[in-house]
């Protein structure tokens, strides 16, 4: 029984702001960095935000970088990610995963994945 559990989605404004949090369970998650991704229909999977196990290094695709906020609590077992200034083109699916590396870039080196929570954007 491994497995992530997203919260914290919903609908909001252009300009509005959202907390997603992943809570890892049957798992310690202070072994593994976390990756936020997100997917709209049609799409490819898209890398959002990754935090090193330790917390003491990230990294932010281009098209948040300066909005969104990735952190972790290590000993809550959580990981958020705080979305600010939200775009009507932020609207998606957004997942968390845990692994052996922060990289966006290659979703295919997490191990565990969560269900995914829902984020709308729009007026």
């Known amino acids: 029984q491994l497995d992530l559990v997203e919260s914290g989605g919903g609908s909001v404004q252009p300009g509005g702001a959202l907390r997603l949090s992943c809570v890892a369970r049957?798992?310690?998650?202070?072994?593994?960095?976390i990756g936020w991704f997100r997917q709209t229909p049609g799409k490819e999977r898209e890398g959002v935000s990754c935090?090193?196990?330790?917390?003491?290094?990230?990294d932010y695709a281009d098209s948040v970088r300066g909005r969104f906020i990735i952190s972790r609590d290590n000993a809550k077992n959580t990981a958020y990610l705080q979305m600010n200034s939200l775009e009507s083109e932020d609207t998606a699916d957004y997942y968390c995963?845990?692994?052996?590396?922060?990289?966006?870039?290659?979703?295919?080196?997490?191990?565990?994945w969560g269900r995914g929570t829902q984020v709308t954007v729009s007026t």
């Open positions: 935090i090193t196990a330790s917390g003491g290094a990230r």
């Open positions: 995963a845990a692994g052996p590396l922060c990289q966006i870039s290659t979703p295919l080196v997490y191990d565990f």
């Open positions: 049957g798992f310690a998650l202070n072994n593994y960095a």
